[in-house]
């Protein structure tokens, strides 16, 4: 069983920034592709950013290129999104996955992921 629980959402201005955190349970983090999600209101899970279990690889969506970043920690079970000139379109609840089967790649479908956190809010506006 992998427990995973996210934290650092907030209010922010537009503009500007957050980081968000995923703490994963248990000894296998470092064998766990990861990815963060979010969900707007009334809208569909999406996929925000990718990374490889052993972090050498990364993949985002196109509404977030350059402007966020995942990254982990394999050593302290934490997977991290640095998020950066944030928009109100960003506003949503935001989510860490786990995918622990499968082959060595990114996936972007949220069916592909098999842990869940419990999300967190990130709330963008003035």
């Known amino acids: 069983q992998v427990q995973l629980v996210e934290s650092g959402g907030g209010l922010v201005q537009p503009g500007g920034s957050l980081r968000l955190s995923c703490a994963a349970s248990?000894?296998?983090?470092?064998?766990?592709?990861m990815g963060w999600f979010r969900q707007a209101p009334g809208k569909e899970r999406e996929f925000v950013a990718g990374?490889?279990?052993?972090?050498?690889?990364?993949h985002y969506a196109d509404s977030v290129k350059d402007r966020f970043t995942v990254s982990r920690d394999n050593a302290k079970n934490t997977l991290l999104l640095q998020m950066n000139s944030l928009s109100p379109e960003d506003t949503a609840l935001y989510y860490c996955?786990?995918?622990?089967?499968?082959?060595?790649?990114?996936?972007?479908?949220?069916?592909?992921?098999?842990?869940w956190g419990q999300g967190t809010q990130v709330t963008v506006s003035s």
């Open positions: 996955a786990a995918r622990t089967y499968g082959s060595y790649s990114i996936a972007v479908s949220r069916y592909d992921y098999n842990y």
């Open positions: 990374i490889l279990a052993n972090g050498r690889k990364t």
């Open positions: 248990g000894r296998g983090f470092s064998t766990y592709h």
